[in-house]
T-cell receptor
Framework: GAVVSQHPSWVICKSGTSVKIECRSL??????MFWYRQFPKQSLMLMAT?????????EQGVEKDKFLINHASLTLSTLTVTSAHPEDSSFYIC??????????????FGPGTRLTVL | AQRVTQPEKLLSVFKGAPVELKCNYS??????LFWYVQYSRQRLQLLLR??SRESIKGFTADLNKGETSFHLKKPFAQEEDSAMYYC???????????FGSGTRLQVQP
């Protein structure tokens, strides 16, 4: 149980276009999902916390108008990179917490989406 | 601010040797500490967490509040342990994780 999927697994787009990445909890309901970003050979950096039915909470330095997050249901959060530029190229990873599991704050991670902006 | 430090980018050992992956943290309250592992071409997955005080795949980690450390240990490394290991912290009231920079463990035959 507790599987998180992401779609697409990779995407290549032209500079200036927008890209949407989906994160789904397949067998549990996630009121909170998290979006991370990972540059090559670096660690995961939290971008934002996605809350079902309310606005996302962005980390300092992350542009909310550039990285639009929507969490319209208990099993789906989307990250839209608007007007993407080459410097947005990165590996985007989502995670979700299963509130039904009472043991601590374990998060389940998606497989990630590699975005390449030409 | 919370911070997780993993001083070693790469740790290479021979099969059967003991392993210790270091993790130090900075947090003013009572943190929740985790070790996540990422095998080649697989997603990040939880290895163990300090509140469970369990041993997974022969790995253990003890939270030392005095030294603010949560080192991961295994007495006898196996080749299948080769992977990227991340130490992570979650602060009270904040469910997001802060990750260390990761340590790549290579277990040679």
């Amino acid at each position: 149980g507790a599987v998180v999927s992401q779609h697409p697994s990779w995407v290549i787009c032209k500079s200036g276009t927008s890209v949407k990445i989906e994160c789904r909890s397949l067998d549990f309901q996630a009121t909170t999902m998290f979006w991370y970003r990972q540059f090559p050979k670096q660690s995961l950096m939290l971008m934002a916390t996605s809350n079902e039915g309310s606005k996302a909470t962005y980390e300092q330095g992350v542009e909310k108008d550039k990285f639009l997050i929507n969490h319209a249901s208990l099993t789906l959060s989307t990250l839209t990179v608007t007007s993407a530029h080459p410097e947005d190229s990165s590996f985007y990873i989502c995670s979700a917490r299963d509130p039904a599991r009472a043991e601590g704050n374990e998060q389940f991670f998606g497989p990630g989406t590699r975005l390449t902006v030409l | 601010a919370q911070r997780v430090t993993q001083p070693e980018k790469l740790l290479s050992v021979f099969k059967g040797a003991p392993v210790e992956l270091k993790c130090n943290y900075s947090y003013s309250g009572s943190p929740e500490l985790f070790w996540y592992v990422q095998y080649s071409r697989q997603r990040l997955q939880l290895l163990l967490r300090h509140i469970s005080r369990e041993s997974i795949k022969g790995f253990t980690a003890d939270l030392n509040k005095g030294e603010t450390s949560f080192h991961l240990k295994k007495p006898f490394a196996q080749e299948e342990d080769s992977a990227m290991y991340y130490c992570a912290l979650s602060g009270a009231g904040r469910r997001a994780l802060t990750f260390g920079s990761g340590t790549r463990l290579q277990v040679q035959p």
